[in-house]
């Protein structure tokens, strides 16, 4: 199967997209961006052995690269419009390809996201996605608006991927149930796409937590050059996986374990009570944490007693990862 098969069959899709002018075939693809919004962009990579296990399956594989590049977009408030896709194969499997490209499709359909070109090539597995989107001038979440006195929210639970990576790494056995939601977690986390979108003028900085909550939230408070103050207690995790570990490694996993896809973001005194209607009209599912501050660093309190984390948060090229 050559290049040229594997894209007619797994990656060409009927589906035209807004604003696709020209999509797969050509040299590039052609595009017109929705009038007076800015375009959003993103790139990210996974690669086997790091980002996913070398045995997972594709559909697996697709779904969890798609998620993840998404949930770049929403946080910054943008509405997806279309990516592009280089994929590195070992070789051409057609089970595998035919997996991959259905977890992708799947994700990248949910949001209305459409493939218009990629790159495929033969090699040690990975998968590189470019996410394009749209927002209204003046609506860009960053992650520099925060400011002291802002209040902390999150979306949804956190420790879900740490205690995913664990059950898969068979360090941690739980039950069936507890066990399928952990997968599901881990290799399809939703993107907060429409909270994103409905926070898109209303919150004043948001960041997608992937590396961790506190180094992520760590970055707004860098960009913003504030601090900030969160109660560890409020941190919602999900009770299924509770009972299988300590609290103080439960609260390790909801603070420093990655992969979660969440949004944290800040929100102005003055849109408090917006927010806190959304939540209450279940058009946002979000829980406040704490606030920001004017003294730099972030700060814990664990039912209002200081409180210390061992390891803050993942990044790539820490000495604590190059063992
Ligand atoms: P070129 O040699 O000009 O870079 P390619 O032969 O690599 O073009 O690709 C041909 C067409 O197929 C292009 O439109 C490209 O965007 C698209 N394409 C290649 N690989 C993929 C892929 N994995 N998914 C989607 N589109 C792809
Ligand atoms: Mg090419």
Redesign the pocket.
């Known amino acids: 199967m050559d ?2 098969a ?2 007619q069959k797994y ?2 899709s009927a589906a035209q997209g807004v604003g696709v002018v020209i999509g ?6 052609v595009v017109q961006p929705p009038a007076d919004s800015l375009l959003v962009m993103s790139i990210d990579t996974m690669v086997s052995g790091v980002h996913f296990p070398g045995d997972a399956r594709g559909g697996c594989v697709g779904a969890r690269a798609m998620s993840g590049a998404l949930s770049d977009l929403a946080a910054m408030g943008a509405r997806p419009l279309w990516f ?4 590195t194969i070992p070789e051409p499997d057609p089970v595998w390809l035919e997996a991959f490209s259905e977890g992708l499709m799947s994700i990248a359909n949910l949001h209305e996201c459409r ?6 090539t033969r090699g040690p597995l990975s998968v590189t996605i470019q996410v394009h989107g749209c927002v209204d001038e003046g609506k860009v979440l960053k992650r520099s608006g925060a400011r002291p006195g802002d209040m902390i929210y999150v979306t949804g639970c956190f420790g879900d991927g740490a205690a995913a990576l664990t059950v898969i790494e068979k360090k941690l056995t739980v039950n069936p149930g507890c066990f399928s939601y952990l997968m599901k977690r881990f290799y399809a986390p939703t993107p907060r796409i429409a909270e994103g979108e409905r926070l898109a003028g209303v919150a004043s900085a948001a960041i997608d937590v992937s590396d961790g909550l506190y180094t992520d939230l760590e970055k707004i408070c860098e960009a913003s050059g504030t601090g900030a103050l969160i109660d560890v207690s409020l941190i919602p995790s999900s009770d299924l996986w509770r009972a299988h570990v300590s609290e103080g490694q439960r609260l390790q996993w909801v603070l420093a374990g990655g992969d979660d896809y969440q949004l944290c973001f800040t929100v102005p005194r003055a849109n408090v009570a917006r927010v806190e209607s959304m939540i209450e009209k279940r058009m946002l599912v979000a829980t406040g944490i704490g606030k920001m501050t004017d003294k730099m660093g972030v700060v814990l309190v664990n039912d209002g007693n200081p409180y210390a984390i061992d390891q803050k948060g993942y990044s790539h090229f820490s000495e604590s990862n190059c063992e």
């Open positions: 290049e040229f594997i894209i990656f060409s797969i075939g050509d040299d590039c693809a592009t896709l280089a994929l493939l218009i070109g990629g790159d495929t």
